[in-house]
T-cell receptor
């Protein structure tokens, strides 16, 4: 069965620290990959996506993610986090059809 | 950007009653809407995919008669939890896609259902 695995459930960082959130998926075919973010009290919203082309994609607020096909990974990175990045981050994978599979989410808390 | 409104944000009901949750796309027409359920500390679990004007497609294990979905227009989908029981208590989230082939989903704020 297709699945998405996020390695860390909770991450605590100090401001200016670098961030990397892991995401691996299990599916051998073509995928579309997403990172969604949910800030406290707000809707889930798209942070960035990969459909094709350059495997290093840049999203909003300085986030980027790298698709490594050989590792079935799509890790999220940010060089220097801010307190306002405190949120829950969801990795998601869409294979054929309309269904998107979400990871369990990673709660990031950034200490001011 | 595309906005999805979900109402109510929170509902508390007695066991045996039915609860309707609305999901509206405010500034776009959504050919496809999705209904998810989220358990504490777990991921969003897709319950069903709703296409305007046709029957919803339910995921395996989701009771069609329990979770009634209606997508009567391009801007509105509803989820009715019929004869709710405490085990139905959960966080329900809807999302909408601009077109049937669009991969980007726009999410509502979610509905916290508590069944007493």
């Amino acid at each position: 069965a297709q699945s998405v695995s996020q390695h860390n459930h909770h991450v605590i960082l100090s401001e200016a620290a670098s961030l990397e959130l892991g995401c691996n998926y299990s599916y051998g075919g073509t995928v579309n990959l997403f990172w969604y973010v949910q800030y406290p009290g707000q809707h889930l919203q798209l942070l960035l996506k990969y459909f094709s082309g350059d495997p290093l994609v840049k999203g909003i607020k300085g986030f980027e993610a790298e698709f490594i096909k050989s590792k079935f990974s799509f890790n999220l990175r940010k060089p220097s986090v801010q307190w306002s990045d405190t949120a829950e981050y969801f990795c998601a994978v869409k294979t054929g059809g309309f269904k998107t599979i979400f990871g369990a989410g990673t709660r990031l808390f950034v200490k001011a | 950007g595309a906005v999805v409104s979900q109402h109510p944000s929170r509902v508390i009901c007695k066991s045996g009653t039915s609860v309707k949750i609305e999901c509206r796309s405010l500034d776009f027409q959504a050919t496809t809407m999705f209904w998810y359920r989220q358990f504490p500390k777990q991921s969003l679990m897709l319950m069903a995919t709703s296409n305007e004007g046709s029957k919803a497609t339910y995921e395996q294990g989701v009771e069609k008669d329990k979770f009634l979905i209606n997508h009567a227009s391009l801007t509105l989908s509803t989820l009715t939890v019929t004869s709710a029981h405490p085990e139905d208590s959960s966080f329900y989230i809807c999302s909408a896609a601009l077109t049937s082939g669009s991969d980007i989903q726009y999410f509502g704020a979610g509905t916290r259902l508590s069944v007493l």
